[in-house]
């Protein structure tokens, strides 16, 4: 697609469901990044694909947020049982020639959780 | 470990005026990548530009221009005259190592506000 697509644009959830964020990356895009952006701060790594090399994991939060990507095309992050604290807004990027060369970045999810 | 310092947290300028947004950055690698973006009230991140560790050469592009000093560590931004539309949400970011995974350390952002 012409940009980083993700859906839903906006999600409210109770505490303790489970969310499904869906992220669709640039055609050709191999590189994939979710990002954290919570209510006046900055953007905090969440999960990196490159590929089909094993993702970096390093900043999922906990073991409630796990990612998984299909090849190189869409990308799902998923919060299980989902905490109040896990409101945010939900980044997708994607680079062609990895993010040292800076990411295009989509609208983002904003996850309410009440 | 990396980390990247926008002490500005909010900027108010009215229009015309010249404004610099302030970046300082912390890496222990010798090569590095960093980064300015743009986050307009409608909410998606803007990249504007890039620059490698090794290449302290300003750049211009239009109103915008930026001074990175390795001596420093910094990376400023400043726009020239300016518009209410370049109102939004400045960020930061700083891309370190060879590896070119490119995950990046974000500052906290500066808000500008453009008054008419």
């Known amino acids: 697609g012409a940009g980083v697509s993700q859906s839903p644009s906006n999600k409210v959830t109770e505490k303790g469901k489970d969310v499904e964020l869906r992220c669709d990356p640039i055609?050709?895009?191999?590189?994939l990044y979710w990002y954290r952006q919570r209510l006046g701060q900055g953007l905090e790594f969440l999960i990196y694909f490159q590929g089909n090399s094993a993702p970096d994991k390093s900043g999922l939060p906990s073991d409630r947020f796990s990612a998984e990507r299909t090849g190189e095309s869409v990308s799902t992050l998923t919060i299980q049982r989902t905490q109040q604290e896990d409101s945010a807004v939900y980044l997708c990027a994607s680079s062609n020639r990895g993010g040292n060369y800076g990411y295009t970045f989509g609208s983002g999810t904003r996850l309410t959780v009440v | 470990a990396q980390k990247v310092t926008q002490a500005q947290t909010e900027i108010s300028v009215v229009e015309k005026e010249d404004v610099t947004l302030d970046c300082v950055y912390e890496?222990?690698?010798?090569?590095?990548?960093l980064f300015w973006y743009k986050q307009p009230p409608s909410g998606e991140l803007v990249f504007l530009i890039r620059r490698n560790s090794f290449d302290e050469q300003n750049e211009i592009s239009g109103r915008y221009s930026w001074n990175f000093q390795k001596s420093t560590s910094s990376f400023n931004f400043t726009i020239t005259a300016s518009q209410v539309v370049d109102s939004a949400v400045y960020f930061c970011a700083l891309s370190a190592g060879n590896t070119n995974a490119g995950k990046s350390t974000f500052g906290d952002g500066t808000t500008l506000t453009v008054k008419p």
């Open positions: 055609s050709g895009h191999t590189a």
């Open positions: 890496t222990r690698d010798t090569t590095y990548y």
